[in-house]
T-cell receptor, first 112, second 114 residues
Framework: GNSVTQMEGPVTLSEEAFLTINCTYT??????LFWYVQYPGEGLQLLLK???ADDKGSNKGFEATYRKETTSFHLEKGSVQVSDSAVYFC???????????WGAGTKLIIKP | KAGVTQTPRYLIKTRGQQVTLSCSPI?????VSWYQQTPGQGLQFLFE???????NKGNFPGRFSGRQFSNSRSEMNVSTLELGDSALYLC?????????????FGQGTRLTVV
């Protein structure tokens, strides 16, 4: 079946460091891929998405590229800020499956 | 454009009771899906509705049910509450899930069963 695997957290970085959060998936066909972010006490916010191979999603300095050959969708940011501290979820949506399938989430802690 | 609205934000119920949670999607969105979030199990899919039809259901007992109305608003119901049902319940709204469309989430309903 379809699944998403994310790197375990928490990830602790200093401000202005480079961020990578790994995400790999298993799915038949060509799913759409998403990164969501959850701040404490809040719901999930869409960070970025990609709907086909080699697409790059980007938002707020974050980027992720849909790699079909490695079934990956790693999240990157060149210089993190304290305000980026949150939990990040990788998710996929497969055609005609009518649900989002989630990774376990990665807690990101940015220290000033 | 108004976002996804979930009510109530917080609920405290006793074991054995039942509860109904409500979700109003973004105007024009016909797909509503529900997810349970717990520290131990992460995010788990409950069900998805599109134009009043349930198209997919997750692996939850029959105590969990839902419905969607003609205005796309959705409710989920949990009967005979158990302590393990304590969780954040999230509703997501989409033009149509599974077609490359993103889902937008409400703030969630925090259910505590005591």
């Amino acid at each position: 079946g379809n699944s998403v695997t994310q790197m375990e957290g928490p990830v602790t970085l200093s401000e202005e460091a480079f961020l990578t959060i790994n995400c790999t998936y298993t799915a038949t066909g060509y799913p759409s891929l998403f990164w969501y972010v959850q701040y404490p006490g809040e719901g999930l916010q869409l960070l970025l998405k990609a709907t086909k191979a080699d697409d790059k999603g980007s938002n707020k300095g974050f980027e992720a590229t849909y790699r079909k050959e490695t079934t990956s969708f790693h999240l990157e940011k060149g210089s993190v800020q304290v305000s980026d501290s949150a939990v990040y979820f990788c998710a996929l949506s497969a055609n005609s499956n009518y649900q989002l399938i989630w990774g376990a989430g990665t807690k990101l802690i940015i220290k000033p | 454009k108004a976002g996804v609205t979930q009510t109530p934000r917080y609920l405290i119920k006793t074991r054995g009771q039942q509860v109904t949670l409500s979700c109003s999607p973004i105007s024009g969105h016909r797909s509503v899906s529900w997810y349970q979030q717990t520290p131990g199990q992460g995010l788990q899919f409950l069900f998805e509705y599109f134009s009043e039809t349930q198209r997919n259901k997750g692996n939850f007992p029959g105590r969990f049910s839902g419905r969607q109305f003609s205005n796309s608003r959705s409710e989920m119901n949990v009967s005979t509450l158990e302590l393990g049902d304590s969780a954040l319940y999230l509703c997501a709204s989409s033009l149509e899930l599974g077609k490359g469309n993103e889902a937008f989430f409400g703030q969630g309903t925090r259910l505590t069963v005591v």
